[in-house]
């Protein structure tokens, strides 16, 4: 286990990383317009939106668009 690789920057140089504030883009061969995902809770698309993704599979009787405000 102490050869894995570190999370973060050791600044302390105790093995733990802490979190890094700033960090170069790396260079990924090209250039690529920003993303942002979504961030609405408006429920007013035909469709979820992928901010309402969970680590599951999905089910059709989970939600309603149309049933209620």
Same mark, same amino acid.
């Given at each position: 286990?102490?050869?894995?690789? /570190?999370?973060?920057?050791?600044?302390? =140089?105790?093995?733990?990383?802490?979190?890094?504030?700033?960090?170069? =883009?790396?260079?990924?061969?090209g250039s690529y317009a920003v993303a942002t995902p979504?961030?609405?809770?408006?429920?007013?698309? /035909?469709?979820?939106?992928?901010?309402?993704?969970?680590?599951?599979?999905?089910? /059709?009787?989970?939600?309603?668009?149309?049933?209620? =405000?």
């Amino acid at each position: 286990m102490d050869d894995w690789p /570190r999370m973060g920057e050791d600044l302390d =140089k105790n093995g733990i990383g802490e979190p890094v504030i700033r960090f170069r =883009k790396p260079n990924v061969g090209g250039s690529y317009a920003v993303a942002t995902p979504q961030t609405s809770d408006e429920f007013d698309m /035909r469709v979820l939106g992928v901010q309402w993704q969970w680590e599951s599979n999905p089910g /059709r009787n989970w939600y309603s668009l149309t049933a209620g =405000k």
